[in-house]
């Protein structure tokens, strides 16, 4: 299944709200991970099953979407979420990643 | 839970890169176990799972060359990579889970050069 994220890159003030999207291939119902990665350090799970937010994680991070489209959104951007973000189909083996969106401050 | 990649950096052409997860915090026998690596050529691509009997499920793009194992009496698992290329070069993490891993290492660096 491949994974076609959007956009590769933004840029974002503090406070702004900052969606990213993501396209599978087929349908993934809600089969469906993002991914925080900071330089140096092991990526982290944010949301799992397209909408379930991770123990610990702030309620400014959204996922929503079934079927093929599904949307990630970080309102009230914060200095602290600058990084790559990622999606990653869990429908079907193998796994398969989007291609990251690099998420920078203006 | 922590994970953490140990092995060495460098790794010549056609030989094996080998691989170890040390876990600390949870027990290898009670959850799969995942490699996954970041290739400046395809992204992320997941690797391979080992579960906590020591069944196994491979990428159909590595099968062939992959295997994964566990070692209980450490609580650490490994990858082994035969017959390496330069397109193996990369940053190779381990994580917990099968298809949504919930923790991972930070990665380790590994050059496939002569």
């Known amino acids: 299944i491949q994974m076609t994220q959007s956009p590769s890159s933004l840029s974002a003030s503090v406070g702004d709200t900052v969606t990213i999207t993501c396209q599978a291939s087929?349908?993934?119902?809600?089969?469906l991970n993002w991914f925080q990665h900071k330089p140096g350090k092991a990526p982290k799970l944010l949301i799992y099953?397209?909408?379930k937010l991770e123990t610990g994680v702030p309620s400014r991070f959204r996922g929503r979407g079934s079927g093929t489209h599904f949307t990630f959104t970080i309102t009230s951007l914060q200095p602290e979420d600058v990084a790559t973000f990622y999606c990653?189909?869990?429908?079907?083996?193998?796994?398969?990643f989007g291609g990251g969106t690099k998420v920078e401050l203006k | 839970v922590l994970l953490q990649e140990s092995g060495p950096g460098l790794v010549r052409p056609s030989e094996t890169l080998s691989l170890t997860c040390t876990v600390s915090?949870?027990?290898?026998?009670?959850?799969?176990w995942s490699w996954i690596r970041q290739t400046p050529g395809k992204g992320l691509e997941w690797i391979g799972y080992?579960?906590?009997?020591?069944?196994?499920n491979y990428n159909p793009s590595l099968m062939g060359r992959v295997t994964q194992s566990l070692d209980t009496s450490n609580n650490h698992f490994s990858l082994r990579l035969a017959s390496v290329t330069a397109a193996d070069t990369g940053l190779y993490y381990c994580?917990?889970?099968?298809?949504?891993?919930?923790?991972w290492g930070q990665g380790t660096w590994v050059t496939v050069s002569s």
């Open positions: 994580a917990r889970g099968k298809a949504t891993p919930d923790f």
């Open positions: 915090g949870d027990s290898i026998t009670s959850n799969h």
């Open positions: 080992v579960s906590f009997s020591g069944g196994t």
């Open positions: 087929q349908d993934i119902i809600t089969s």
């Open positions: 099953g397209a909408s």
């Open positions: 990653q189909q869990s429908d079907n083996l193998p796994p398969t």
